[in-house]
């Protein structure tokens, strides 16, 4: 009888434990897992490390989890930032500046890259100097940095953009439209003024005699910055690490990024670029009077997109760009 009433008691205590286990009524306490840090980049040699530091492992050892966005067209991953799909993202500083209405909320914390050389204006194999662009049509992205390149050029060779027709068209499409002829010249950047010369087109002006104009940043949300700053620490450091490590380690990076990224090996150098280790940004992130500081070129910018209608007002660079997270690394 006693033996009876144990193992009914056991049953019904057995038959309460599986009733709540099957309402969802019983918990398991454990460790939710820290949430990636997402940031967008495109194609441009100056993000390449982003590459190496992933696939070497660097965003782990510093202990933060990245997840990478790529994408060939460099405006993908501004509109995708703008929509708030990103945490962050490796951008050129014309193109932050010319969307800070849109994605206002953001700082920049880095400096990547100064282009000297790897931006240019190439022309059609005819064209001997820019004077005889005169009465050409000119492909640019207006109303962003590539404007105010192609404009720099043609004032630096007594022209003015009244003397050409200016061709609104992306930086990867120049090549395939300097070929069906639709223009006489484009503004591009590596590796796609690559692609144009082995095509034949030719090289009439660069980033070499405008230096400084041409940045690379990256931008964060202020949010991320407030809510996650050892994350944000964490990724810088481990910036610098495989920018330090394509120095030393070329070849394999050249490997590792062209077969990351599916694109040439001799597309991957840092010939006509100029990367940013940590000595030069805590110059760039101090503001100054000259395009070494990255408010004096900011405050360009904003001038001129201001001017020509791309920004409603000025805004103020002081609040855009936040240099603590590099100078905390010193």
Known sequence: MKSRFLRFVCLFLLSIVLITACNGRTSVTS?????????????????FPLVIAQEKGFFT????KVKLVYSENHQAPLADFSAGKYDGMAITLGSFMSSIEEISGSQ??????????????VAQSNTQSVADLK?????????????LFVIKMLERNGLTPNDVTLVNLE???????????S????????????????????????????PGLISDVVVFRSNVLRDRPDDVRAFIRAWFQAQDYWKTNPEESKTLVAKTLNIKPEEVSTEGIELQDLKNNLAALTPGSTTESLYYTA????????RTGGLSTVPDIQKIIDPSFVQQLQ
Do not use: H
């Open 183 to 210: 223009i006489q010249a484009g503004q591009t950047w590596e590796p796609y003024v690559f692609q144009a010369v082995q095509s034949g087109a030719k090289v009439l002006f660069t980033s070499k005699q405008t």
């Open 61 to 64: 050892e510093q202990g933060v």
């Open 108 to 121: 920049i914390v880095l400096i990547t890259d100064r282009s000297t050389g790897a931006d240019a204006i």
């Open 135 to 147: 009465g050409k049509r000119i492909g640019a992205k207006l109303g962003n940095f590539g404007e």
């Open 31 to 47: 460790k939710s897992e820290p949430p990636l840090l997402t940031v967008a980049y495109s194609l441009w040699p100056g993000y």
């Open 171 to 181: 930086a990867e499409t120049i090549v395939e439209n300097l070929k069906n002829g």
């Open 299 to 306: 405050q360009l910018y904003a001038d001129f997109y201001t």
